[in-house]
Antibody, heavy 116, light 107 residues
Framework: QVQLVQSGSELKKPGASVKVSCKAS????????MNWVRQAPGQGLEWMGW????????TYAQGFTGRFVFSLDTSVSTAYLQISSLKAEDTAVYYC?????????WGQGTMVTVSS | EIVLTQSPDFQSVTPKEKVTITCRAS??????LHWYQQKPDQSPKLLIK???QSFSGVPSRFSGSGSGTDFTLTINSLEAEDAATYYC?????????FGQGTKVEIK
């Protein structure tokens, strides 16, 4: 079936980096855009940006430039989110979600905890 | 940036009651408005796309309406399994944005 499976929870120290993966299956990976959405503990959903799975061109929302990088490995139908120089305020669940307009398929989420 | 404002923030409802959640956009977004349901410790699920189109597999008690700046999600005859937080989302212009969420509790 169509699904997005994300990598497991991460515990990182401030200043470290993390790379979250999102593996697609059940559909043609390059036929749909991939979005990244953040949800801080007890908070709402925040769109981080998206990546064109055909060209690899990323678009970042304000507030997610510089330390955040979206990338792809189309050979394994996987999208990645890398966050560098982690801060405590990066603690959140990160979701990948398929779609250009409505996000019809979501990953299960990856909890990233930043703590010393 | 387009701001989406949902009301109410919280609603406590008895089963079989009708629930109405509104989402107001800070500028016109046509019909590029989508609704999601998120249950605790789960990822969001698409309910309604393009303001009024039901997504595949979604129970018929969920419906959406509106265009421009004012939108509504209606749950007819609420069931216990509908306890969740509901979010609207606009894809009309970048950055895409979400409403703050409406939590629906079952009395």
């Amino acid at each position: 079936q169509v699904q997005l499976v994300q990598s497991g929870s991460e515990l990182k120290k401030p200043g470290a980096s993390v790379k979250v993966s999102c593996k697609a299956s059940g559909y043609t990976f390059t036929s749909y855009a991939m979005n990244w959405v953040r949800q801080a503990p007890g908070q709402g959903l925040e769109w981080m940006g998206w990546i064109n799975t055909n060209t690899g061109n990323p678009t970042y929302a304000q507030g997610f430039t510089g330390r955040f990088v979206f990338s792809l490995d189309t050979s394994v139908s996987t999208a990645y989110l890398q966050i560098s120089s982690l801060k405590a305020e990066d603690t959140a669940v990160y979701y990948c979600a398929r779609g250009v307009d409505a996000f019809d398929i979501w990953g299960q989420g990856t909890m990233v905890t930043v703590s010393s | 940036e387009i701001v989406l404002t949902q009301s109410p923030d919280f609603q406590s409802v008895t089963p079989k009651e009708k629930v109405t959640i509104t989402c107001r956009a800070s500028q016109s977004i046509g019909s590029s408005l989508h609704w999601y349901q998120q249950k605790p410790d789960q990822s969001p699920k698409l309910l309604i796309k393009y303001a009024s189109q039901s997504f595949s597999g979604v129970p018929s008690r969920f419906s959406g309406s509106g265009s421009g700046t004012d939108f509504t999600l209606t749950i007819n005859s609420l069931e216990a399994e509908d306890a969740a937080t509901y979010y609207c989302h606009q894809s009309s212009s970048l950055p895409q944005t979400f409403g703050q969420g409406t939590k629906v509790e079952i009395k």
